[in-house]
Nanobody
Framework: QVQLVESGGGLVQAGGSLRLACASS????????MGWFRQAPGKEREFVAA????????YYADSVKGRFTISKDNAKNTMYLQMNTLKPEDTAVYFC???????????????WGQGTQVTVSS
C-alpha cells in the first residue's frame, strides 16, 4: 500500500512563493502518475497539476499555469509543487495523490495524503 505525506504549507503574502513536497512510501513510486489537488472552504476539491510516472509529461489547471511547477524525483520518492506569484484565491488545503491510471479527475486516483494548508494574505 502507498502512503503519501505532504509538507511545506504555511502563510505567505500575495506575490510570494512556497514549495510543497509529497513523500511516498510503501509502493512502486516510479510506476505511479501523481497529481496535486486543492480544496477551499465551501468548495469541491479541484485539480491543480499532474505528472506522469516518468516525469516527462505535465498538465496544469488554467488558474495556475505559468505560476506553478510540478516535478517528480523518483530516486527520492518525492513529488514537488513550486508555487510562485501566489494569490489570495490560491488559499486552500493542498492534497497530493497517486494512481496507476490517473490524470486530472480526482476519482481516478487510488492514494491520497492528509493535506497541507496554504494561506495567502493580501
Amino acid at each position: 500500500q502507498v502512503q503519501l505525506v505532504e509538507s511545506g504549507g504555511g502563510l505567505v503574502q500575495a506575490g510570494g512563493s512556497l514549495r510543497l513536497a509529497c513523500a511516498s512510501s510503501g509502493g512502486t513510486f516510479s510506476t505511479l502518475a501523481m497529481g496535486w489537488f486543492r480544496q477551499a472552504p465551501g468548495k469541491e476539491r479541484e485539480f491543480v497539476a499532474a505528472i506522469n510516472w516518468g516525469g516527462g509529461s505535465t498538465y496544469y489547471a488554467d488558474s495556475v499555469k505559468g505560476r506553478f511547477t510540478i516535478s517528480k524525483d523518483n530516486a527520492k520518492n518525492t513529488m514537488y509543487l513550486q508555487m510562485n506569484t501566489l494569490k489570495p484565491e490560491d488559499t486552500a488545503v493542498y492534497f497530493c495523490a497517486a494512481g496507476f491510471r490517473s490524470w486530472v479527475v480526482a476519482s481516478s486516483y487510488e492514494y491520497w495524503g492528509q493535506g497541507t494548508q496554504v494561506t495567502v494574505s493580501s
